[in-house]
């Protein structure tokens, strides 16, 4: 071997051959980071950064913000807003959006609370609520995949006929109290003490599960893996901050010395789920990466025989079905249905998505860039709460964090495209 061989061996790889699957080591995979974020790729950086910024700006501001009671809380109020920001990201990636998600589940939840009253069982009733979203979703996809009419406008016809669709369901009193203690006890008990470190194992066991296979999946297929030192990192930070925060909510937040209140909230395995299939179908799956495909560049995923108007019935359908799913979290949480659900909490959803960095241009983003965007939202909510500060402090600082980054969106997208064409 030359002298000239081996040092092109020994020298760093470029960003491009990391980025398709070229082993490297450690150092190349934060070189090709870096590149990426260089060329505008930032993804929920932002908002992880904003996050480290809200936490200290609160807990400087309120002594009450890090308290075990209020993170606790925390943790519950992000749980509605994740859920249905975590459903938007599928129609969101195809640079389509749904402003209906929101009434679209409060429906559901009318039409569940009709049911289990007519004598359904409530596990029954809501299999029911859950196939009436996935049809309005159906619905909705053909309208825009097959018909052509724009998300925007048929959504928000949607999403005002809903409106009047719940107060004819539940008349003009509109609001009904749920005494189902299994669907109250979602959002508003906790798991023993032993649950969420069982919780932790199934998470890092599953994490390096998926690791592994993934591996032996790209080595089957001849495709060089990334150094095994990624996969370590990862469940090592799973480990550390799933640890930590197990440990924080285990401890006893009761002010009442005879009723302790400790444990993870039931709700918090549910959304763990949720984000866990969702990314294994988003990454794993044939229809994962046709999403993407569609959402990057619909003209190229036509011509390469992707079925573009199915993927996007698809997207419609699982973001209505999941939302019925935040309305449960929302019925659970506040114990009644009402005529008036899920009427403001989309744009909040949008808002969160897009905050986290999925793009609305479609094509980019995660369900786990949407949960950081929603507890960013949730904090600000809660923050502000503790300052006793009004709702419209609230709304003028939540829109004016969605304005910064649907900006670092755009921009981040321009620089992209530059970089493209210098490249």
């Keep these: 071997m030359s002298k000239q061989e081996t040092s092109q061996m020994s020298a ?55 308290t075990k009671l209020n993170i606790a809380n925390l943790f519950v109020q992000a749980a509605e807003l994740t859920t249905l920001a975590v459903a938007l990201v599928f129609v969101i990636l195809l640079a389509e959006i749904d402003l209906s998600a929101g009434v679209t589940a409060g429906v559901a939840m ?57 107060l004819v369901l539940l008349g003009d009193g509109g609001l009904f109290r749920v005494d189902i203690p299994e669907i109250k006890a979602i959002m508003n008990e906790s798991l023993p003490t032993w649950g969420g470190w069982v919780l932790l194992v199934v998470m890092v066991g599953l994490s390096a599960g998926l690791g592994f296979w993934d591996r032996a999946r790209r080595a089957k297929q001849g495709l060089v893996n990334r150094p095994i030192s990624i ?33 993870v909230p039931i709700v918090i395995p549910f959304v763990l789920a949720l984000l866990f299939v969702g990314n294994f179908f988003l990454d794993r799956t044939r229809f994962g990466r046709h999403l993407y495909a569609v959402g990057g560049n619909p003209e190229a995923a036509r011509r390469a025989g992707i079925k573009v108007g199915a993927i996007r019935i698809a997207a419609f359908m699982i973001t209505s079905t999941l939302a019925v799913v935040s309305g449960l979290f929302h019925v659970s949480r506040i114990g009644v249905v009402e005529a008036s659900a899920g009427r403001s909490i989309v744009l909040s959803g949008v808002a969160a998505a897009v905050v986290g960095g999925v793009s609305l241009f479609g094509g980019r983003g995660k369900l786990i860039h949407a949960a950081i965007g929603a507890m960013v939202i949730s904090m600000i909510d809660n923050g502000l709460g503790l300052l006793g500060l009004s709702a419209g402090i609230s709304f003028l600082v939540t829109g004016s964090v969605l304005a910064l980054a649907a900006t670092i969106d755009a921009l981040s997208r321009k620089r992209s495209g530059s970089s493209v064409l210098r490249s």
Excluded at 28 to 55: C, F, H, W
Excluded at 132 to 137: D, E, I, L, P, Y
């Design 231 to 263: 996969l370590a990192i990862k469940l090592a930070t799973i480990t550390i901050l799933g640890g930590g925060t197990i440990f924080f909510l285990n401890l006893n937040r009761s002010q009442n010395a005879l009723k302790p209140i400790e444990g």
């Design 110 to 166: 009318d039409i569940f609370y009709l049911t289990v009253k007519a004598g359904l069982p409530w596990q029954a009733a809501i299999v029911v609520a859950l196939v009436f979203g996935a049809a309005v979703g159906a619905l909705l996809g053909y309208f825009v995949a097959k018909i052509g009419v724009p998300s925007f406008v048929v959504t928000l016809s949607f999403f005002l006929a809903f409106q009047g669709l719940a």
């Design 12 to 66: 760093p790889l470029p960003p491009q051959a990391i980025a398709s699957g070229h082993e490297g080591n450690l150092r190349d995979q934060i070189s090709a980071y870096g590149s990426r974020l260089k060329n505008g790729e930032m993804g929920a950086l932002p908002a992880v950064g904003a996050l480290a910024v809200l936490t200290g700006l609160f807990a400087a501001l309120s002594p009450f913000f890090l």
